[in-house]
């Protein structure tokens, strides 16, 4: 059984930064693409970027492009999600999960952490 474990969240100054972190454990059916989603109260659920297995592939949604940066250290089993220049707007709760990026986005998802929050102060 796979568990994500998201952490790293809280409360900080538009133009901040934060780093969120998402530890993976368990016995994985297959090397999974991970990446990081959000939803923002009120609003559906998001996808904010995502990273390959073998980290070839990065994709970002385009609002934090140049902001924000995900990596994976798989060693660790730990993906890392920099975000500087955070704005109000950021608000939300993160999830990292594991999937397959397909379609430019990160599908087939099957494994989520339980989220983190992150709020950004005006």
């Known amino acids: 059984q796979v568990q994500l474990v998201d952490s790293g969240g809280g409360l900080v100054q538009a133009g901040g930064s934060l780093r969120l972190s998402c530890a993976v454990s368990?016995?994985?059916?297959?090397?999974?693409?991970m990446g990081w989603f959000r939803q923002a109260p009120g609003k559906e659920r998001e996808f904010v970027a995502a990273?390959?297995?073998?980290?070839?592939?990065?994709i970002y949604l385009d609002s934090v492009k140049g902001r924000f940066t995900i990596s994976r250290d798989n060693a660790k089993n730990t993906i890392y999600l920099e975000m500087n220049d955070l704005k109000p707007e950021d608000t939300a709760v993160y999830y990292c999960?594991?999937?397959?990026?397909?379609?430019?986005?990160?599908?087939?998802?099957?494994?989520w952490g339980q989220g983190t929050l992150v709020t950004v102060s005006s």
């Open positions: 999960a594991a999937g397959q990026i397909v379609g430019g986005r990160l599908g087939y998802l099957e494994h």
């Open positions: 368990g016995r994985a059916s297959r090397n999974y693409d």
């Open positions: 990273k390959s297995w073998s980290g070839g592939n990065t």
